[in-house]
């Protein structure tokens, strides 16, 4: 049989169309707007290519829509009626498409576990697990995964950069910052434009309060990533945060206005970006305006889509926050019904976690701050299973930091700050409201210093 670049089998009769997939999957990698339109060519190429039509299922997948979930179907059939008889690689790709299509994580991820246990080269397995165990919050399932496999990987092996970049992502979300910077700065020694590097390097300074690090590591022309897909935008929303972080609530409007939601169109990571850089700047005292209404329009059209748990909180968040609570009370309706899904991730996590962490989101919104802290409080250790960094789901406990001042629950306030005080020691925010929470405790002498924290990074 034929091999890939990485020296794997591969079922493929036209050698060309092999050459340019290898292509196309360096491309989508890179987050390039190119690769689908490449793809395509791929396929004309080689019509009954199974693993270009695997691919093709895998990058509808990462629109995370239901609606794509038929073509996926399509694609894990279309390939397999063309494997080899002796393809079992690539027919477990089949598999974990398959699984994609349905929401079972779970056998999409065991048969991409199957595959890197006897084809760790298999880079395509790693990314999809990588980016599909994400979704889960399982830090560790994330870092060893990726661990399993690196002692076999070493720079004469293409795409050698990208699984560094994965590694240092895992290393971060499991705490081991030290190492997930040198992986993530030898990433982009090789590929000083890889994205995913770039943003698993700030998220180490952003969990570190290295604020100005990390806008120098971010901040560039626009320009430069003009020719990559959404995922562009989440690295400005990390532009954005370390500007938040520092105070600076102008310059962080005009990310958002000017980098975050013009670099996408309708998209899921859309209403994530949008709606946790809205809510965190509400929740300091700033006015956004208008802005929220863009977002909603957009979780109104898909009440009855759900894929991610993390994207259905944040389309409730901007539902809410536009003040259209009726929608918002169809939407939790829409995520109870979900609900009974069989063998479905997302679903499983709706009764116990997703709807009542969204029924305290719209309580907060309602400004019934007591029962928002009655319902998320008990859920703060848990919320981990909806997905997401570390960094993305801070909103909540933001919010829940908020709803228990506003309540009165100075106690439970503190205590909440007290721990952002000792993990993010440069948050004016932070140290701000520490402040306040102190004082109402009637702790004078914390107060003052923590006033004086604050009028440290004010400075």
């Not at 980016?131 to 690196?150: K, Q």
Request: proline share 3%; glycine share 6%; aromatic share 10%.
């Amino acid at each position: 049989m034929p091999t890939d670049v990485r020296g794997l089998e591969i079922t493929v009769t036209n050698a060309e169309a092999l050459t340019e997939y290898d292509k196309v999957l360096t491309d989508l990698w890179n987050y390039r707007l190119a690769a689908p339109k490449n793809l395509k060519r791929v396929l004309e190429l080689d019509p009954d290519f199974p693993m270009a039509h695997v691919v093709r299922g895998y990058i509808m997948s990462m629109l995370e829509t239901v609606a794509v979930r038929p073509k996926m179907l399509a694609s894990a059939s279309h390939a397999r009626e063309h494997l080899a008889a002796d393809a079992g690689r690539e027919r477990l790709h089949c598999d974990a498409l398959e699984g994609l299509a349905t929401g079972n994580l779970e056998r999409a991820c065991a048969a991409w576990e199957a595959i890197l246990a006897d084809y760790p080269h298999d880079l395509l397995a790693l990314k999809m697990h990588h980016h599909s165990t994400f979704w889960t919050g399982r830090s560790y399932v994330i870092r060893n995964t990726v661990a399993g496999v690196f002692d076999l990987w070493d720079a004469s092996i293409p795409g050698y950069s990208f699984v560094l970049g994965m590694l240092a992502f895992a290393l971060e979300e499991c705490g081991d910052y030290t190492q997930a910077e040198a992986f993530g700065r030898q990433s982009i020694d090789l590929n000083p434009d890889d994205l995913w590097a770039i943003h698993s390097v700030a998220h180490v300074m952003e969990m570190q309060g290295r604020l100005d690090e990390g806008i120098a590591l971010i901040d560039r022309p626009v320009e430069q990533w003009a020719d990559r897909n959404p995922f562009q935008g989440h690295n400005w929303w990390h532009l954005a945060l370390f500007t938040l972080e520092k105070g600076d609530y102008d310059f962080t409007l005009d990310v958002y206005d000017n980098r975050i939601l013009t670099s996408n169109t309708e998209f899921f990571l859309d209403v994530q970006n949008g709606a946790s850089l809205l809510k965190r700047l509400e929740l300091l005292g700033v006015d956004v305006g208008e802005r929220w209404e863009p977002l909603a329009a957009y979780a109104r059209k898909r009440v009855d889509d759900h894929v991610l748990a993390f994207t259905d909180l944040h389309s409730l968040m901007a539902l809410a926050s536009a003040d259209d609570k009726e929608t918002a009370q169809a939407y939790i309706n829409a995520l109870e019904s979900f609900a009974h899904t069989p063998d479905n991730y997302s679903a499983s996590l709706m009764a116990d976690v997703v709807v009542p962490m969204c029924e305290g989101v719209l309580a907060f919104e309602n400004e019934a701050y007591a029962r928002a802290v009655d319902v998320l409080w008990p859920l703060r250790d848990r919320w981990f299973g909806i997905g997401g960094s570390h960094t993305q789901r801070d909103i909540f406990t933001q919010i829940l930091i908020e709803a228990a001042m506003r309540a009165e629950r100075h106690e439970q306030a503190r205590a909440l700050l007290a721990q952002r005080a000792l993990l993010k020691p440069n948050s004016l925010g932070s140290w701000q409201k520490y402040a306040t929470v102190l004082q109402a405790c009637g702790d004078d002498s914390r107060a003052e210093h923590a006033r004086q924290s604050a009028a440290r990074l004010h400075s």
